[in-house]
């Protein structure tokens, strides 16, 4: 999927109103994001994140 894909996926995740297209745009966009596969999201149990406060903004790692 090309840059303008994503963005497109992006601009539409917070203005969509039907509930589970909503959840498939953010499927689509954690898959690409994290580089995982379809298979995976079936098998994580949690989602945690492990940020810091840094200088200029908040920094961290998305972990399952």
Same mark, same amino acid.
């Given at each position: 999927?090309?840059?303008? *894909?994503?963005?497109?996926? /992006? =601009? %539409? !995740?917070?203005?969509?109103?039907?509930?589970?297209?909503?959840? @498939? !745009?953010?499927?689509? #966009?954690?898959? #690409?994001? +994290? %580089?995982?596969?379809? *298979?995976?999201? =079936?098998?994580?149990?949690?989602?945690? @994140?492990?940020?810091?406060?840094? +200088? +200029? +903004?908040? @920094? *961290? @790692? %998305? /972990? =399952?």
């Amino acid at each position: 999927m090309t840059g303008d *894909g994503v963005k497109l996926l /992006e =601009s %539409r !995740l917070p203005c969509d109103k039907n509930i589970p297209d909503k959840y @498939f !745009l953010g499927g689509v #966009l954690f898959v #690409l994001c +994290s %580089r995982a596969r379809w *298979g995976d999201l =079936s098998c994580m149990q949690a989602v945690e @994140f492990d940020i810091i406060e840094v +200088s +200029s +903004s908040p @920094f *961290g @790692f %998305r /972990e =399952s």
